[in-house]
């Protein structure tokens, strides 16, 4: 999809940000960017140094890369969210870092388009690295004009997580795989006082499970059809979908006021067993505390009668964490090369599968044993469905107002009608 970001419109948008960008940040960004001009320094822009998971194996292998190259010293600075925003008023005073770590959403979607990161294919090649990564990523990292945008590594199964304690406890016998059985387990299980499926209905979890839910009567050309678009009216599927999303939602599936709850509060309920059901990242099934994920069991999101799936659903990206490599980081290639090199290195892929549990975008063997429900989600295989993750579809401009228009959708008794408008408002205001 071509970014329907232009140059001017990227520049228009940096200006805005340095006022609404934090100062600390700021202040690091220029503390780091005025040591561009040393050879010896690599200047990496990274999500992992703070809660996230694999920040202490990142935090370790950058250490080890030191030791092995010792004419070169990474820098980071780490942002969480708000990364692609500091990133962008760094590049537009051309004092960006050299290398970024980061997904593949929202505004990062139009940063090879504008010239802010550069196509690093030739660099894979020339590398000699594509052997190692999974074609399934290559192809998720390329632009419409054959660009590579980045070099992936982390990626991630998004499967659904079941307590199957609680659904013992409220009389529910197996785990639900069709939507009339979801619906009466959540009536057994809100009898019991427990929350029957948590979400993030205030933020990009429920926009994914939302998402999701819809596509249970679109193929995955109906569907990218339809998040590219944002017609929500004119798909027949998208409607049957919307409705069957109301459907479960009005009969109480989903936890109270889930138009409030935030990804935190999802984990929080899953994980602390107030919640019977998450739809999880495997990240989030890294965190499950041992006693919960003793009685958790992985499978997908529960179907329709006449779905356009034959097994209930997960989703799976290869986009989550790539290393992008800046206009300055050109000008350091040798370094970069080192890095990337040590980075891709089986033993650096493998710590951060064993160490933090991560889903990798590369070729591996090793299996997260140390995170069980990390690895039974590994093992789904064709036991699940796969509905499309929407990120490399939806217009960056309108991934925030679809956000808002989640939150509509989760509030109970807004009609289906009103849902397909708020959605397409999404991309009217885009």
Not at 46 to 73: C, H, M, W
Not at 148 to 166: I, S
Request: charged letters at 20%.
């Amino acid at each position: 999809m071509r970014s329907p970001l232009s140059r001017r419109g990227f520049i228009a948008a940096g200006s805005g940000l340095a006022a609404a960008t934090a100062l600390p940040a700021m202040s690091g960004c220029s503390s780091l960017a005025s040591a561009d001009s040393d050879p010896g320094s690599l200047l990496v822009h990274t999500q992992l140094g703070t809660t996230a998971p694999g920040s202490p194996t990142y935090t370790a292998a950058v250490k080890d890369f030191e030791k092995e190259n010792p004419g070169i010293r990474v820098k980071n600075l780490v942002n969480g969210d708000d990364l692609p925003q500091v990133y962008e008023t760094s590049r537009l005073a051309r004092k960006e870092p050299d290398v970024v770590m980061v997904n593949l959403y929202d505004k990062t979607l139009a940063w090879t388009d504008v010239g802010a990161t550069v196509d690093v294919k030739g660099y894979l090649d020339d590398w000699g690295l594509r052997e190692r990564v999974l074609p399934a990523a290559l192809t998720e990292w390329t632009d419409d004009k054959g660009r590579l945008r980045a070099f992936p590594y982390f990626a991630t199964n998004w499967p659904v997580a079941f307590n199957t304690h609680l659904l013992d406890r409220a009389g529910v016998g197996s785990v639900p795989t069709t939507g009339d059985q979801l619906i009466g387990a959540a009536r057994k299980l809100r009898a019991k006082g427990i929350a029957p499926v948590t979400v993030g209905g205030n933020d990009w979890t429920g926009q994914k499970l939302l998402a999701q839910i819809i596509q249970t009567f679109l193929t995955p050309e109906e569907a990218r059809q339809v998040y590219t678009t944002g017609d929500f009216s004119g798909s027949r599927g998208a409607r049957a979908g919307i409705d069957y999303f109301v459907s479960l939602r009005d009969a109480g599936v989903f936890a109270d006021k889930a138009q409030g709850l935030t990804s935190d509060t999802m984990t929080t309920q899953y994980n602390t067993e107030s919640a019977a059901i998450q739809s999880a990242m495997s990240s989030a099934l890294a965190k499950v505390p041992a006693k919960a994920a003793g009685h958790t069991e992985i499978g997908g999101w529960p179907l329709a009668p006449g779905a356009a799936h034959e097994k209930p659903t997960i989703l799976r990206s290869y986009t989550l964490i790539g290393f992008w490599i800046s206009p300055n980081g050109v000008r350091k290639l040798s370094s970069v090369e080192k890095f990337l090199r040590f980075m891709y290195r089986p033993d650096t892929v493998s710590r951060f599968i064993t160490e933090s549990g991560r889903d990798m975008a590369l070729v591996t063997d090793t299996v997260s044993k140390d995170f069980p429900l990390v690895a039974e989600a590994q093992r789904l295989g064709g036991r699940v469905g796969q509905a499309l993750l929407p990120d490399l579809y939806v217009p960056p401009t309108a991934t925030q107002p679809l956000i808002t228009a989640t939150s509509t959708a989760f509030t109970r008794g807004t009609s289906a009608a009103s849902v397909r408008s708020a959605l397409e408002s999404a991309y009217r205001t885009a």
